[in-house]
């Protein structure tokens, strides 16, 4: 009985420089689908962004239609505007980079999917974050929330961090193996000629 001795970096390794990727070309409609989800709850939440707008003016004192967190902190509903946006944008990229209609087998843009998925989600949680923090009094934000969004946050991190060194080390493996036959070839026919 033969006991299998591939770690789980082998076999994880084994699995990214496998070039059957098919399940991913067959996903793409569910990931467009769920990237322009994304998409539109950051439009949604940059135009009803958190504590409403202002409707009426109060003998001229506020404009309408401004946020009302803009008259409280502008630094705070600055911060969540460029999460949000981040959020925003990294989710419409997505979606053209799947209606492109490039190969998902290319790890290139396997890696730019994966990087780009791990960041408009670090920046949805800090959307979330800072908007919890804008309406609540004082910008407390309970401790379990705040604890939960950075373990999550750091888990994408780690993700993209092994997807990246993954691709590196497949882009490195990749120029050798082209280096290889030039060397070897010129070998062979220095050995030839000694011959």
Known sequence: METNRNGFFSRAWARYVNDDHHWIEKQRGILIVAALVVAGMSFHSGINPPGGT???TQNGR????NAVQTEVDM???NKFVAYNSFTMITSLAIVV?????VSLRNKFWMWVLTLGAMF??????????QSLAMMAPDMYVNVMSVWMSLIWMLGCGVVALV???FF?????MKLLK??????????????????
């Open 163 to 165: 997807h990246t060194i």
């Open 120 to 129: 408009g989600m670090v920046c949805m949680v800090a959307t979330y974050l």
């Open 75 to 77: 630094d705070n509903f």
């Open 97 to 101: 980079v799947l209606i492109s209609g």
């Open 62 to 65: 506020y404009s309408l239609g």
């Open 54 to 56: 202002i409707s009426d």
């Open 178 to 195: 082209c280096r290889m036959p030039e060397t070897s070839d010129g070998k062979r026919n220095q050995d030839a000629s000694e011959v």
């Open 168 to 172: 590196i080390v497949w882009v490195v």
